[in-house]
């Protein structure tokens, strides 16, 4: 018998809610990410769960238990359960009815098999009891345990029903496939089939996900395949593949962590990926200084000065990796030494006014950066 263990599951928060279904005599279980990745030992930071119950007797139940029902979801079965302030979706299991992309008409089930055969990949149809017994409808442990991420049934149904799940397919290979594995063929020939249907995507979630999957360890090999398989360039026009791995190695030669706004920087600096992924104002103006910082190709120092540390780290190991060539041992010394530099001179130690004031600053700024931050107050001062 397989079982699922941490923190998580023994939390009182999570007990409570456990506690609310049994006592009224109802079925529920854990499923989805926090019994795939307890079984991978990986974090777990959302629990869900799942119930034969329907919704209405769900907000029933637990409002009995003193627990506060919130129906996030009712149409599709989804009743946020909170508990000792942590919020658990608590869902129906399901069969679909009808689909038509991302929308669904969907009727209860209490039969388990049938909410499985529903979902997406066969390591995110596991379930796990209350005291933690992991229950497999579909062979999900042997697909993680190898490292296969595999659609559920028919792959162009899965897609069908949701063109999510191409990108979904791809951003959890990253994070859970095995590379030597490879990605599933069956899976991969349906999304490369399916790419007309990523236009119907909303940028909001196109962005999330290719955020995501730049963020695991080591994207390169999704990546690639979702490149050759024309699926990258539907979301990323104009995108290259071919210098991510480079950069990975950069990154993990000098310890860097990734930062999926540099991985996306690689694979071009298209303004337009900019609202094509629906990016934050943070995030848009993150990716703009990395562009300015390579169109300026400033020395490791000179760019840490001018740029910042974050910014001229991703311009120097996105140059690397462009240029295929290895990084200075001393590049993260320099970029640091550039970004603590303080320039001496300040408009009070002028006699200058106006724009005339902001033109001596510049040249004085300029010829001291050119000194390698090594002139003086009094030496700028001088000239």
């Known amino acids: 018998m397989t079982r ?22 109802a079925r529920v279980l854990f499923v989805g ?73 969907v009727a209860w089930s209490a039969d388990l098999n049938e ?40 792959a162009d149904r899965r897609i069908a029903e949701d ?11 990253a994070w859970y496939g095995n590379p030597e594995g490879g990605l599933d063929a069956d899976g991969l020939s349906a999304c490369a089939a399916g790419t007309d249907g990523l236009a119907q995507l909303s940028r909001e979630r196109v962005g999330a996900e290719i955020s995501r999957l730049l963020a695991a360890a080591d994207p390169g090999q999704a990546v690639a395949a979702m490149s050759t398989s024309g699926v990258l360039n539907a979301v990323l026009p104009g995108s290259l593949a071919r210098f ?8 993990r030669a000098l310890g860097v962590e990734p930062r999926w706004l540099r991985r996306l920087a690689v694979l071009g600096q298209s303004p337009d990926w900019t609202d094509a992924l629906r990016m934050s104002k943070a995030d848009r103006r993150a990716f703009g200084a990395i562009g300015k910082a390579l169109d300026a190709m400033y020395p490791p120092a000179v760019s840490g000065y001018y740029f910042g540390r974050d910014t001229a780290l991703d311009a120097a190991l996105i140059q690397g990796a462009s240029l295929e060539m290895p990084l200075a041992p001393d590049l993260i010394a320099e970029i640091d030494r550039g970004a603590s530099a303080k320039f001496p001179v300040r408009a009070a130690d002028l006699d200058e006014t106006g724009a005339a004031l902001g033109e001596a600053l510049r040249l004085l700024e300029a010829k001291w950066v050119s000194s390698d931050f090594h002139a003086t107050k009094a030496q700028l001062l001088s000239e």
């Open 4 to 25: 699922v263990e941490g923190s998580w599951l023994t939390d009182p928060s999570t007990r409570r809610v456990c506690d609310a279904f049994s006592a009224a005599g």
């Open 115 to 154: 909410d499985a055969a529903r979902r997406d990949f066969t390591m995110n149809a596991l379930y796990a009891t209350p005291d933690g017994e992991v229950l497999d409808p579909l062979g999900g442990m042997n697909d993680l345990r190898a490292g296969l991420v595999r659609f559920v049934g028919d």
């Open 163 to 173: 063109y999510l799940r191409i990108l979904r397919f791809f951003r959890f290979y």
């Open 244 to 251: 991510l791995p480079v950069l990975v190695e950069h990154e």
């Open 33 to 105: 990410g926090c019994v795939r990745n307890s079984l991978m030992g990986r974090p777990v930071t959302d629990v869900d769960m799942a119930t034969d119950e329907v919704p209405e007797r769900v907000m029933e139940i637990v409002s009995a238990a003193g627990l506060r029902a919130v129906p996030t979801g009712l149409d599709h079965g989804t009743v946020t359960v909170v508990s000792d302030g942590t919020g658990f979706e608590v869902t129906t299991f399901r069969r679909d009815e009808e689909t038509t992309g991302r929308h669904a008409r």
